[in-house]
């Protein structure tokens, strides 16, 4: 099943400006609406307004990071279906374990390979939707 993006809403949660820029025009130019906030209370409350059809969380940020962002999405029933995606520049050795057991659905490494994102937000979509 090919997914569409001009259906998606994006959510991106992160403090680096050029990778929200990169992630951004990438996303719009397939269609996608974007979503941005600058670390992790500034998402929740976007989460109070709407609900993306995607997060992209980047796990290091001030004021809340990705990781604490996450606990608290994961409180919120109305979002329970939406996937989060962790994105770090910080990419080591036994890095997507330990993001995968704190309830990411999946990891993606930064800088952004596009067609990489794109087929990883696809396929991460479809496994929440079908429960696999």
Request: aromatic letters at 6%; proline letters at 4%; hydrophobic letters at 45%.
């Amino acid at each position: 099943m090919q997914l569409l993006l001009d259906k998606w809403t994006v959510l991106i949660v992160d403090d680096h400006y050029d990778n929200v820029m990169i992630a951004q025009t990438m996303l719009e130019y397939h269609g996608a609406t974007v979503r941005i906030a600058n670390d992790g209370e500034g998402g929740l409350a976007l989460l109070r307004e709407t609900v993306p059809t995607i997060i992209l969380l980047d796990l290091s940020m001030p004021v809340m990071n990705g990781w604490d962002m996450l606990k608290q999405i994961r409180k919120m029933p109305q979002l329970a279906h939406v996937p989060v995606i962790a994105v770090t520049a910080h990419a080591m050795d036994g890095d997507k374990a330990k993001v995968l057991d704190a309830g990411f659905d999946e990891y993606v490494s930064k800088p952004y390979n596009v067609e990489q994102l794109i087929s990883t937000m696809e396929t991460t979509l479809q496994h929440k939707q079908t429960g696999r």
